[in-house]
């Protein structure tokens, strides 16, 4: 059992098709045990989410914005376990003025909320988190879409992803003397719920595995799931301040190959709706 004896925490829970749910399940099955979070009126979904896991368990309420719920969590944690071995991020959120090509136009107030909301909430949770974590180490994972170049629509979330690789480097470099490691992970796209409502998505998905040398089947989250609990494990003991792709090898080919997918353009056309997945993210996981 990959994950026996370990506590961890999972924020992001919200639908079975996200990628925290699929976390929540494979730490399960490796023997960790978890708790989740949530706030707000999206409480009483993760409540009943969280009864579909192979072991229900409790959903403490946590907006990362609001210090004294990241104060009660940390309690909790100490009450319940009086340790931490790791825990997952899997929190973003930026108002619809800061997508879909309003870049210019954007104002500081919704930019500001996406970067604190998906950025730094990072460092927030780590160092409420540290007290039950700085004695024997750990491990954080974060959820990403690769911020190292400029997506179509993205905009300000891009920003502020990018704000997160950079903050996972820092806090990899401040926490690594505690044995605790800092790693980011990017996804290729999944069918979400809110993945399905955004135009473009479904041509995104379409093309990805094209693109992509090892393939990419976007109703299955367990590759991802399996990587986030790979850097929960003491497997990973050598790995920090990473950006881990687990898309199938996408972000490693320049264009798909000549006369594969839809058309020789695919791969430019695709440009413009890369941005869904990302937004899907955002949208997913302010959960």
């Known amino acids: 059992m990959l994950l026996e004896g370990k506590k961890l925490l999972v924020t992001g829970v919200l639908t079975r098709e996200s990628i925290a749910y699929a976390s929540a399940q494979a ?3 490796r023997g960790a045990e978890i708790v989740l979070t949530s706030f707000g009126r999206a409480m009483g979904i993760t409540e009943k ?3 579909r896991l192979p072991t229900p368990v409790d959903v403490l309420e946590l907006d990362v914005n609001e210090p004294e719920h990241v104060e009660a969590v940390s309690a909790e944690i100490g009450s319940r376990w009086g340790r931490l071995d790791g825990f997952v991020h899997a929190i973003a959120f930026a108002p619809q003025d800061a997508l879909g090509g309003n870049f210019l136009n954007t ?10 909301t998906s950025a730094f909430s990072l460092k927030v949770l780590a160092g409420g988190m540290l007290p039950h974590m700085k004695d024997h180490g750990g491990a954080i994972v974060s959820l990403d879409f690769d911020a190292r170049v400029a997506w179509p629509v993205y905009d300000w979330m891009g920003v502020a992803k990018a704000s997160l690789e950079s903050i996972t480097r820092y806090l990899a470099r401040d926490l690594g003397s505690y044995g605790i490691r800092v790693n980011t992970l990017s996804a290729g796209p999944l069918r979400t719920i809110a993945g399905k409502g955004i135009p473009g998505f479904q041509a995104l998905v379409d093309r990805w595995g094209d693109r992509a040398p090892l393939g990419w089947n976007p109703t299955d989250a367990t590759p991802v799931a399996d990587t986030v609990a790979f850097l929960l494990s003491d497997l990973s003991r050598g790995i920090t301040g990473e950006l881990v792709h687990v898309d199938g090898g996408y972000h490693a080919i320049g264009a798909a190959a000549a006369g594969v997918g839809a058309d020789a353009g695919a791969a430019d056309d695709a440009a413009e709706d890369e941005a869904a997945v990302g937004v899907a993210e955002a949208n997913d996981s302010a959960e």
């Open 49 to 51: 989410i969280a009864k």
């Open 27 to 29: 730490l399960q099955e």
């Open 107 to 116: 104002p500081w107030e919704s930019v500001a909320t996406a970067i604190q």
